[in-house]
């Protein structure tokens, strides 16, 4: 009798902790799939709350209840009001700009640190973060150029950039604003052209849609934004 209500126990034993246990991450893919078979989703992994799930789905962060089929957005804060899901968000931007071939990038300077810019020539803050940079010897930058759909010229001013012999020469005129009256000639050539496809296309692929510019990583770190303090921290701290 001992033996068998044991054997009992066991069974509700091992049948509660299966229930507690985390869903294989496949599984779970599976559930959202069904729920949600708009959403391309990219990778799915627990979180450390029992049952929540981190997706990643177009470079952005999300998270799905599958024992009620929710998908939650937002962000989660730790008690020390730490927000987990914005540094996730810089891990897979950081990772997917890192994956960017530096050699399609236009190239400026030859200093210490490595800096990789996504920008706009038309966009104000990609101005003033292109003004900081062209004022340091200490950086290497590797621009890539992204017309925003808000500047309609901007389009026009990166083909003259990929067109110049003296391509970095050209990336200043146009952040300074000496290209803004729209005097020079629109360059026609293909293989500009296919440039600005190619940037467009690997902005696209960092994960910048949406988000805006400027984005930068300086030295691996990603700066959302012109934070300027935040790019001298990050440059002081290598040296």
Known sequence: MKSIRYAVLTLCAAAILAAAAPLAAATVEESLKKSFPDIPVESVHATAIPGIYEVVAGGRIA????????LIVGSIISKDRKNLTEERNGEIMGQRIKSLPLDKALKIGSGPHKVIELTDPDCPFCRTASKFFAGRKDVTRYVYLYP????P??????????????????????????LDD???KVCEDAAAADMVK???????KAGIQGLGTPMFTVNGQVVRGANIPEIEKLLNAKK
């Open 182 to 184: 729209m005097k020079f």
């Open 198 to 204: 190619l940037h467009k296309e690997l902005g696209d």
């Open 153 to 178: 010229n901007a389009e026009a001013k990166i083909k003259y950039i990929f067109c110049a012999k003296d391509k970095a020469k050209a990336y200043e005129e146009a952040m300074s604003g000496k």
């Open 63 to 70: 998270y799905y209840a599958p024992a009620q089929e929710y």
């Open 148 to 151: 925003l759909t808000i500047h």
